[in-house]
């Protein structure tokens, strides 16, 4: 089993920046990727919207159009920690960011179906 839980949510205003974390414990060694997804208020009834990935190498990265140039995913191995540099923070932004954890070898597609651990998730608000 893997428990994933998230940490540094929190309020900003527009223009801000936050640092989210996720601390992965429990049997991680055979993942192939972690990456972030959002869900947005008011879409509760859709699929996760992805924001980021990153390789368990930590080399190749992932992003949809919409951060890419303002958020930043990393990872410290040795801590067994995923992280996501938020900057440049829009109201669009606010949403539940969950961290998930993949076994899958098309963990660079961005869909929720190929990631089988999630985080409870932590809430992040964009004040305009």
């Known amino acids: 089993q893997v428990q994933l839980v998230e940490t540094g949510g929190g309020l900003v205003q527009t223009g801000g920046s936050l640092r989210l974390s996720c601390a992965a414990s429990?049997?991680?060694?055979?993942?192939?990727?972690m990456g972030w997804f959002r869900r947005a208020p008011g879409k509760e009834g859709k699929e996760r919207e992805f924001?980021?990935?990153?390789?368990?190498?930590?080399?190749?990265?992932y992003y949809p159009d919409s951060v890419k140039g303002r958020f930043i995913i990393s990872k410290d191995n040795a801590k067994n920690t995923v992280s996501l540099q938020m900057n440049s923070l829009k109201p669009e932004d606010t949403a539940v960011y969950y961290c998930?954890?993949?076994?899958?070898?098309?963990?660079?597609?961005?869909?929720?179906?190929?990631?089988?651990?999630w985080g409870q998730g932590t809430q992040v608000t964009v004040s305009s």
């Open positions: 998930a954890l993949s076994r899958s070898t098309r963990w660079y597609r961005g869909s929720t179906e190929d990631y089988e651990y």
């Open positions: 924001v980021a990935a990153i390789h368990r190498s930590g080399l190749t990265k």
């Open positions: 429990g049997r991680t060694d055979s993942n192939s990727a």
